[in-house]
C-alpha cells in the first residue's frame, strides 16, 4: 500500500487506521531518515490504539511502554543503539512475544533481532513534491 501526505497530521492519520486494525503480537517497522516522520506516524498510531498519554521520541531510554490503550503499545527507538544485541540486555523478547503490538522506529538497526515476519513502514520525502510530501509504503516483510 501506498500513501501520499502534504501534512504531519495526514502522516498521523495514516499511522491512526493502521492501528486500528493491528492485533497483539503484530510487529511494525518504521524505516526512514531523521526528520521524515516516524514519530509523527507513531504519534497517530497511539491515538489509533486509544492511548491518550503523549507520546514523546524514546530516544535516551530506547523503550517506552504504554498501558492504557485497547492493547498494551510498545514503543522502540534504537537509533541510539550500539549493537544490536544490546536488545536482549532490554529484554527485546519479552515484549516481542508480549501481550501487545511493538512499533520501533529505525528498525533497520536491528532488524536481525526481529521476527522474520513483521510489518515495514517506509516514509520518504521527495523534495521536488514540496517540504511537506512523504510517501508512506505499508507492506508485509518477510527477512
Ligand atoms: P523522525 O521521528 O522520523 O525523526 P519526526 O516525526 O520527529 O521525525 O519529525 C518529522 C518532522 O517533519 C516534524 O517536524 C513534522 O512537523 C514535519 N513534517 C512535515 N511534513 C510532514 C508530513 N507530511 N508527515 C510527517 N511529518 C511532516
Ligand atoms: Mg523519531
Redesign the pocket.
Known amino acids: 500500500m501506498i500513501y501520499e ?4 497530521q ?2 498521523g492519520q495514516i499511522g491512526e487506521e493502521l492501528a486500528r486494525q493491528a492485533v497483539p503480537g503484530q510487529v511494525f517497522c518504521l524505516y ?10 507513531t504519534q497517530g498510531f497511539a491515538r489509533g490504539l486509544e492511548i491518550t498519554d503523549p507520546i514523546s ?1 524514546p530516544t535516551f531510554t530506547i523503550i517506552q511502554t504504554y498501558e492504557e490503550g485497547r492493547m498494551p503499545f510498545y514503543h522502540f527507538d534504537v537509533y541510539r543503539i550500539g549493537d544490536p544485541e544490546e536488545m536482549d540486555e532490554i529484554g527485546l523478547d519479552d515484549y516481542i512475544y508480549g501481550e501487545g503490538v511493538c512499533l520501533i ?1 529505525w528498525a533497520n538497526l536491528i532488524r536481525e533481532m526481529l521476527p522474520s515476519q513483521v510489518t515495514a513502514i517506509r ?1 520518504e520525502k521527495n523534495v521536488e513534491k514540496g ?4 510517501r508512506i509504503t505499508i507492506e508485509e516483510e518477510e527477512a
Open positions: 501526505t502534504f501534512s504531519p495526514q502522516t526512514g531518515d531523521l526528520g521524515v516522520g516516524k514519530t509523527v506516524f521520541s522506529e516514509i517540504f511537506d510530501y512523504r
